[in-house]
Structures are given as structure tokens and as C-alpha cells.
């Protein structure tokens, strides 16, 4: 096997909203249920790469978020320097995963085909489908590849031995997930092809979302992937970081370690 990667989820941002927005169809027993924003970094010896960029403190106030610090900072916490990251995965191009233009100057993005066909084509003529994306997002990206600095992908790849990107569709045409092989097996970063725990153990999907089908059946994909259940890791829920243990004690609520085992 090869050598294992750490992996770490990182909160950077928060929203106070109700299980009803959450779900397909609303919630029956409607409620708080706040989502949280993370960027990852998955992390060995020879190479660091991060998984989505977040948002910056204008796209916050824009949308109505609450920013809890820039990105950079934790980062920087547990030794990780934005300017020296060389490879970051776009899982998709929503405005909370591909903005902060700047913050990583000397990367190559990983994308998949369709996703950028997706936020460049018709389907952005209906708000229903584009209000999730922001244009300077799309036009920075666009520059990236003009530049030689984006890297295609076309369903799986490979980028390291025990890194894989997975197409699964369904939120986003071109949805991308991460597989990971850490100490305790292969983890699955599933950003939003599961916002929630309870969107896959429920059978009931985020309201935003290109192909309904398809993101239920990403659901699928993700057990196959992961080693267990235990071993998905959804992209907004703030029990993540109830439920795995922090990279140290001043880094809890905003850094957790998802290459070991979570709590029970």
C-alpha cells in the first residue's frame, strides 16, 4: 500500500439556517440546523495538496455568511504556506469553493471537464442553476487555464499513489470527489456530493442540484469508495467536528484530523 496521507478539514465559515433548507422537499420536524464551510488539506512527506479554496470576506458579507477567520491563517497554523502549495483540487466551482483568487499564486487547479463546461455554458443562463456561482470566480479560473496553470480530469485520475478524483455529477455537472488513503483506510472527502450525515443516511438530498438522480446515486459512490460509512467525510457538516479530534487543543472547532479514527 502506499504511504499513508493526513488528511484535515478546516473551518472557515458558518451560517445559521434551518433543516428545511437542507432537504428536498423541507423537513417535517423543522429546526436549527446550521452548515459549516471547510476547505481540506490532504498532507505526506512529499507533497501537500488542498481541496477547494473557500470565500474571502466580501463574497461573506455578499452572501451573508459569517467568516471566522481567512483560510490562510489556519492553514499556516499546522505548517502548511499557501504560497508554497503547488496542487489544489476544485471539487466544484460554487462560490464557496472557488473563490480567494489569490490565496494559492504558485498552484496548479484540478478540475474536471464538465465542470468547467458547466459554469461556461447554458446552463448559466437560468439563475436557478447559476445563482450559486459567482462570474469572477468562472473569469479567474478561465485565466488559470490561459496561463497553463489548470490540469483537466475526465472521471477518475490519479495524482499521487493513495490520491484519486472521483466524477459523480449530481450537484454540479462536473462534481469531483477525493479518495485518500490514510492509517486507518481510505477516506472519502465528499464535499458537496453529501452536505450533511443525515442527506445520505436519510436518502434525501440538498436542495441545490443539477441532476437529482445522479447525486443520489454519488451517495452510492461514496460508500463503494470509502473503507465504511465512518470513512465519508460530508462537505458542511458541522458534526465533523464533533466528531473527529482536533490537530490540538487550540485548534478545536476550527481544525480536525480526519485521518484517525472518530470519536464514538
Known sequence: MPEPFEVYAIRYAHHDRRASENFIGGDPH???????????????????????????????????????????QSLAAIGIVAEEVKDVIISHMHYDHAGNHMLFPNARYHIQDREMAYCTGRCMCHHGLSHAFEVE????????????????????????????????????????????????????????????????????????????????????TLQKLASSPDHIIPGHDPLVLARYPAFRPDLAGVVARLDVEPRS
Open 30 to 72: 423543522d429546526g436549527p440546523m446550521p452548515i459549516d464551510y471547510f476547505i481540506w488539506a490532504i498532507v505526506s512527506k512529499e507533497r501537500t495538496f488542498i481541496v477547494d479554496t473557500g470565500f474571502d470576506s466580501d463574497m461573506a458579507a455578499r452572501r451573508k455568511r459569517k467568516l471566522l477567520e481567512p483560510p490562510t
Open 137 to 220: 470566480d468562472v473569469i479567474a479560473m478561465t485565466r488559470r487555464v490561459f496561463a497553463g496553470n489548470v490540469q483537466f480530469h475526465d472521471g477518475v485520475s490519479e495524482l499521487a499513489p493513495g490520491l484519486t478524483l472521483h466524477y459523480v455529477g449530481g450537484h454540479t455537472m462536473g462534481l469531483q470527489v477525493v479518495r485518500v488513503w490514510t492509517r486507518r483506510g481510505w477516506v472519502v472527502l465528499a464535499s458537496y456530493a453529501a452536505h450533511f450525515y443525515a442527506n445520505m443516511t436519510e436518502g434525501r438530498p440538498f436542495p441545490v442540484v443539477y441532476n437529482v438522480g445522479d447525486m443520489l446515486e454519488a451517495h452510492l
